[in-house]
């Protein structure tokens, strides 16, 4: 039963799961069908602001709970993740699901309402660092002052090594960002969106090394292109023709899709996925090899 159901009995808050063709939910569905509780995140105004719109959240569920083994359980909350005064209350609200909180997968992003370096401001930079990189190191904070030691916190030094009570047996927590393809290659138009992301990869093993103290695996995948609707013609908020002659010479002529990126990290989840730490792992098919 184990071995069928690896993460039976663990709770996963995902964010950013408000479109059933989304990375978010396709992550959620993994987490789901490998035993795990499930709590997600949502902030579907966003959506309703992008070119492929909002979808149904109650269909969003249901899609979900599809996945559940027996006995696991399904919550979600909204929350503006840009409002960073919501993120307690998030990981707090997942925690209470079951008591525990054992895996943070944070998939949420903005996205439009961005340019090339002439057209920066400092609202369009700070809309984007607040949401993509701000908003993930203090869910990843809150998941880890679950973790910390009762006697570790207080009175402790700003930028104090951290002691946990290692070793481990086994990891206390995996944590996953999402960053982006900017060191691939060039990002034209995406500055914002590229500066926040890259952020989280350039960070990464900062971090990783802090909550591995902890027993906290933190890994960071770039999925590469996969299309969850802002590459169809009809939905799409960029030009398309350099993109698909890109994609004729890529090894499986294709975009990635939301499934591609859920395999990896419901596999970094499990026992086996627990040597790989501080990482940032391209997932995309050699697209960037093309």
């Known amino acids: 039963m184990r071995s069928q159901f690896p993460l039976e009995g ?13 990375i978010g939910y396709a992550v959620a569905a993994k987490l789901a069908s490998l035993g795990a509780n499930l709590v997600v995140h949502h902030h579907r105004p966003h959506d309703l602001d992008q070119p492929w719109g909002g979808d149904d959240l109650d269909a969003v569920r249901d899609g979900i709970r599809q996945h559940l083994i027996d006995g696991s359980h399904l919550a979600d909350h909204a929350a503006d993740l840009a409002d960073a005064s919501t993120i307690p209350t998030l990981i707090g609200r997942a925690a209470a699901l079951t008591g525990t909180l054992d895996i943070l997968v944070c998939n949420h992003a903005r996205s439009g309402d961005d340019g090339g370096i002439l057209d920066m401001t ?3 930079l700070s809309g984007h660092w607040d949401v993509n990189a701000r908003a993930s190191l203090l869910l990843t904070a809150e998941f880890a002052r679950l ?3 009762r006697d570790e916190t207080p009175g402790r030094m700003p930028g104090e090594r951290i002691t946990g009570d290692g070793p481990y047996s086994e990891p206390r927590g995996r944590v996953l960002w999402m960053t982006s393809g900017q060191v691939l290659g060039p990002m034209r138009g995406e500055i914002a969106y590229a500066a ?18 902890l027993g906290i695996i933190l890994n960071t995948i770039n999925p590469g292109p996969v299309n969850t609707g802002y590459m169809d013609p009809e939905t799409t908020d960029r030009p398309l023709d350099e993109l698909q002659a890109h994609l004729a010479t ?11 990126t859920a395999e990896l990290i419901g596999w970094l989840c499990t026992a086996e996925g627990a040597w790989i730490v501080g990482q940032v792992l391209t997932s995309d098919g050699g697209f960037s090899l093309g």
Not at 11 to 22: F, P, Y
Not at 250 to 260: K, V
């Open 122 to 124: 400092a609202e369009r």
């Open 10 to 22: 663990r709770t996963a808050l995902v964010t950013g799961v408000s479109r059933r063709r989304g």
């Open 147 to 149: 973790t910390a030691p």
């Open 250 to 260: 890529t090894p499986f002529g294709r975009y990635g899709s939301p499934r591609d």
């Open 196 to 213: 926040s992301k890259a952020a989280l990869a350039g960070v990464t093993r900062s971090v990783a090394a802090e909550l591995i103290e």
